[in-house]
């Protein structure tokens, strides 16, 4: 099975850039997709096929993807970024997860 | 309004099943590939399983092959996702997802999901 890492916590002060990784083997040869979920909200993407942004998403978000490891860059923080981030990808027809990574801004 | 619906979880003893549903509005139901992921107390995001727009394909997580089916109903436009066996493990908030881009099966995002609901294995 296909396993994605992510760091489980990161924390950032208002108006820092946050850069939360990924990484799987030959990560880059995928698609990945990032979901922010809020405290006892329901998962949001906030971006698809790497690096674009679903209609609605603040420019503040951004992604790559290369190698070995994909990042979600949030630009200027703000406190209401804070909250669990989780990188997504497809094994064959089956969808992987990675653990998650709770963003505090302090 | 575009959504999706989830029904069906409450609190279930050891070994028993029990049938979640998701329906949906806003959006051709039948055109549209569907998951089921779950989240369990304080955990992460766990996939269960996926099915295809037209129901002729699917997929589960290992994890409840065999003991979790996927289905759909197009004429009713209702998704199932039937749990059997039900272990204290199973215990967490099941979602309904709809996939992002119409008539595809894989390598799509997720963009769209419900409520969840709360599913508790306990005797």
């Known amino acids: 099975s296909y396993d994605l890492t992510q760091p489980p916590s990161l924390s950032v002060s208002p108006g820092q850039t946050a850069s939360i990784t990924c990484s799987g083997d030959?990560?880059?040869?995928?698609?990945i997709y990032w979901y922010q979920q809020k405290a006892g909200q329901s998962p949001v993407p906030v971006i698809y096929q790497d690096s674009q942004r679903p209609s609605g998403i603040p420019e503040r978000f951004s992604g790559s993807n290369s190698g070995n490891t994909a990042t979600l860059i949030i630009s200027g923080t703000q406190a209401m970024d804070e909250a669990d981030y989780y990188c997504?990808?497809?094994?064959?027809?089956?969808?992987?997860f990675g653990g998650g990574t709770k963003l505090t801004v302090l | 309004q575009v959504q999706v619906v989830e029904s069906g979880g409450g609190v279930v003893q050891p070994g028993r099943s029990l049938r979640l549903s998701c329906t949906v509005s806003g959006f051709t139901f039948s055109s549209y590939s569907l998951h089921w992921v779950r989240q369990a107390p304080g955990k992460g995001l766990e996939w269960m399983a996926v099915?295809?727009?037209?129901?002729?394909?699917?997929d589960h997580a290992g994890s409840v092959k065999g003991r979790f089916t996927i289905s759909r109903d197009n004429s009713k436009k209702i998704l199932y996702l039937q749990m059997n066996s039900l272990r204290p493990e199973d215990t967490a908030v099941y979602y309904c997802?709809?996939?992002?881009?119409?008539?595809?099966?894989?390598?799509?995002?997720?963009?769209?999901w419900g409520q969840g609901t709360l599913v508790t294995v306990s005797a």
């Open positions: 997504q990808t497809w094994d064959s027809t089956t969808v992987v």
């Open positions: 099915i295809s727009y037209d129901g002729t394909n699917n």
């Open positions: 997802v709809r996939v992002g881009i119409q008539n595809t099966y894989g390598f799509n995002w997720l963009d769209l």
């Open positions: 030959k990560l880059g040869n995928k698609y």
